[in-house]
C-alpha cells in the first residue's frame, strides 16, 4: 500500500496536484469548502497558451522573459509555455468548459503579450469555472480524502525530513496526519497588505511555516501590484478589474481625461503589469486620480465581461457609460518557497507548486495570465511523480514547527498599512527601514508569525538595491534596462 501524500491547498496548484497524484492515496486540506476562498476562484483574465494563427511557444517565452525582466529561469519558462496546449486539454477533459467560437478557443489579449493567446471561461469568470470543475472532479476522486475546512499549523519534521502535518479542524480541534511527502500549495501573500485583490485566506501561512521548517526562499521581494483593483472602500479585497478589459480596448485616464499611459511605454496601456501600476501609483501619489474608461466596449461588457460589469454596478457606476477609479492593489507573490523545476524545497519531503513556490518562472514581474497556467503545467507535473516516486517509509516526527502567536487584529491592521506603504509599487531604502523598526518595536507583530514573515520580506527588499520588475526603488539608480538584455519582440501594432 502506497504511502498517502498531503496536498494543503484548493486552488488550481493544490487541485491539480491531487488529481494527478492518482492512485496514490491523496489527503488534500484546505481552508474553505471545496474551491472556496482561493486566488485561484478569483481568476477573471484566464490562462495564456500560444493558440493562436501565427503565435507559438517561443513568442510566450519571449514575452515572458521580457516581462520578467530577464530575472526569470529561462529552462522553466520555455517547460512552462510548452505545456500550455496540453494544460488547456487536460483542463477541457476535467470538464473546464472555454469560450470557444468556430475557428476554435476565443483568444483575450492582456498586458505584456505580443498576441492574442488568452484563453477563458464564461467571459472573464474563469477561474470559478476552473476551479469548480476541479473540485467536482477531486470530491469523487477515489484516491483523495478531502479534509476541508481544517487549516495547516504545524509541520512535522524527523531528522530534518518531513514526516507529517498538523491541522486544526473548524471546532479547533488538532488533527495529526503521518505523511513522508507534504505538498504546500497555499496560495500567496495579498492578505498582508491593505489594498489587494487577493481573498484574507492569502495571508502567507504555508510560506512562513516553511520557512520556519528551515526551507530555503527566493525573490521574497518581487510582489506584483495590479494596476487596476476598483478604487472604492469595501472593507476586504479590493474587486479587479482585468487587464482584459484593456486588452479589448479599454483606456487608462488621468483625471483630466488625458490616455494616462501615452508616451509612457511602446506598449501604451498593454505595457506590462509593473510598468502600469507603477504610473497609476504616481499619478495618485502626485494627488492625481486614475480612472479605467471602458465605455468604448458598450455592450461587449455584458457579454464578455460580466464580472466587470456587475463590478461596477455593485457601486453604483455603469462601465457602460462612465469610468471607473482604480488604484494598485497588491495581486501577486513573484518570490516564495525556493523549489526545483519538480517542485521539490530544501527540505526533503517538502513540495511547493503555485504561487507560494518560486521556481523563478515568473522572474521579477509575473506576465498576466500565466499563473494559473503554472498552477495546472507544475501541479501535473509534481503529482505525476509523486504518483510514482518511492516515498521513504512513514515515521513519526521527532520535531513539530509552528507558526506560533498570531498577531492582534489591531496590530494585524497596522502591519498591513505599513507594508501597503513600505513594500508598494515603489519603494526607497528609509521607508523600509523604518516599516522594520516599526514592526521590531511592536511586540505583538514582533513575536507573531506574520510580523517575522513580513520581517523577511523587507529585509529582502532593502538587500536588492537595484530596481528590478516589480521591484522600483527610487533610491537607488535602476538596474540595466530590460531593453538591454533582451530584445522587445518586434509585434504590429495592437489591433
Ligand atoms: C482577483 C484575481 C484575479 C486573477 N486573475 C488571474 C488570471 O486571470 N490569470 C492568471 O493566470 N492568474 C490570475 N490571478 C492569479 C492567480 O489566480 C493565482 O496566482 C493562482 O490562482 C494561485 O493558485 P494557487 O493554487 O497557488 O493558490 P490559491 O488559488 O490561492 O489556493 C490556495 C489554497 O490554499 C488554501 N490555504 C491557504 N493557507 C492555508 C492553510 N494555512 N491551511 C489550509 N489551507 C490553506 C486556501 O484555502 C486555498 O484552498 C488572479 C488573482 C486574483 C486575486
Redesign the pocket.
Known sequence: MRKPLVV???????LSVALSAAPRPVWL????RPGE????A??????AAALGEGDDPAQHAQDTLVAGAGHNDEENVHWLVSQAASAIAWLAGQGVCFDRDASGYCLGREGGHGRHRIVHARGDA??AAIVAALAARAETAAHITWFDA???QGIGLRAGRVAGVRLADAAGETVGLQAADVVL????I?ALFAAT??PP??DG??LALALEAGAQARDLEFIQFHPTALAVDVGGPLP?L?EALRGAGAVLRDGDGHALMAGRHPLGDLAPRDVVAREVWRERHAGGSAWLDATALGDRLASDFPTALAIGRAQGIDPRRQWLPVAPAA??HMGGVSVDALGRSTVPGLHAV???ACNGVHGANRLA?????E?VAFGRRLGAWLASHASAPGATADEWITLGDDAPPCDLRTLRCLLAQSLGPVRDGDGLRRALAEIAATPGLSQAWQGRLATRLLHAALARRDSLGAHWREDTPAGPSIHQRIATPAYGEIP
Not at 369 to 373: G, V
Request: charged share 5%; proline share 0%; glycine share 28%.
Open positions: 494543503v491547498g484548493a486552488g488550481i496548484a493544490g486540506v484546505s481552508r474553505g476562498a482561493s486566488a485561484s478569483l481568476a477573471q483574465g484566464g490562462v474563469t477561474g481544517h487549516a495547516l500549495a497555499t496560495g500567496g495579498g485583490t487577493n485566506g492569502a501561512a504555508g479587479l482585468t495581486h501577486f503555485g504561487e507560494v495570465s500565466n499563473s494559473l497556467l498552477g
